[in-house]
């Protein structure tokens, strides 16, 4: 069985996008990884397409550890967005592997844990553990043959966007203008708008309506407070624009949101 076909889909949640990898073999089976970083998918997914691409069709996805091994040698100092390539390709390889086998992925893996099964008293806490050690051992092997990252060089272009968030999520309940914050970020404002749509790829306005949502869930899914005053306090200035963007964001309308949540939590 052999790699055949390679695949990238970035897709837009509101908030934020996700990058999903699709390898496909010769026999008609495809599996699915996902390679996000956040604000940073499209550099990841130039990263897969352009270096990535070309060393992974034609290989058996069972040959894992060798081809995750020969990413991560050529790799040389890629810091974040290379990493996080390589490891959207190895999940789409084990997603492939165990398809070929007819079983569930938990299974190659060793079987479930009991930590899964039972849901005792702290098991989602007990499972963050468990990763932050995986974490924690990848870092310390990476030290011990000489890989040192340190802080990724943020580009010219991400500077002035991260600036832009920043003044965004400070200021996400008053009204915010284009000129305003250009001036925050150091740009010009159509430059700010080309910069949030090749790193982020939404317009700032988008992300400030996804982020406004958001808050709004926040405060819906608590006990004691109405649609109008959560509308009204992350910056919406009408409700009826208000129920229309929150619906297109979550699915549905802020009074069935909180009901839900209500329901959940009591």
């Known amino acids: 069985m052999k790699i055949t076909q390679f695949d990238t889909f970035l897709v837009n949640s509101g908030l934020r996008n996700y990058l999903f990898i699709r390898l496909t073999t010769d026999r008609g089976l495809s599996g699915i990884g996902e390679a996000s970083l ?3 998918e499209k550099t990841v997914e130039t990263v897969l397409h352009e270096w990535v691409k070309d060393r992974i069709v034609g290989e058996d996805p069972f040959d894992i550890e060798r081809i995750a091994e020969n990413l991560i040698r050529d790799q040389y ?5 290379v990493l996080t390539a390589i490891s959207g390709v190895e999940v789409a390889l084990w997603d492939l592997v165990a398809k070929a086998c007819g079983q569930p992925l938990y299974k190659i893996l060793g079987g479930r844990t009991k930590e899964f099964d039972q849901k005792m008293f702290g098991h989602e806490v007990r ?3 468990i990763l932050l050690e995986m974490l924690v051992r990848l870092l310390r092997w990476e030290e011990e043959i000489g890989k040192q990252y340190g802080r990724t060089m943020l580009t010219t272009s991400w500077i002035h ?3 832009a968030l920043r003044y965004l999520r400070e200021h996400y309940a008053e009204e915010i203008y284009a000129r305003d914050l250009a001036r925050v970020a150091g740009v010009s404002e159509s430059r700010l708008k080309a910069l949030f749509q090749v790193v982020l790829g939404m317009p700032w306005s988008r992300y400030l309506q996804g982020y406004r949502i958001h ?3 926040g405060s819906l899914s608590e006990p004691g407070h109405n649609v ?3 509308a009204l306090s992350v910056g919406f200035e009408s409700l009826s ?3 229309a963007t929150f619906r297109s964001v979550m699915g549905v309308s802020p009074s069935v949101y909180a009901k839900r949540a209500a329901g959940k939590t009591s």
């Open 38 to 40: 956040e604000w940073q």
């Open 161 to 163: 966007v991260e600036k």
């Open 228 to 230: 109008l005053e959560v």
């Open 241 to 243: 624009h208000f129920n």
């Open 215 to 217: 808050r709004a869930a």
């Open 127 to 129: 499972l963050r553990t």
């Open 77 to 81: 100092q890629g810091g974040s967005t």
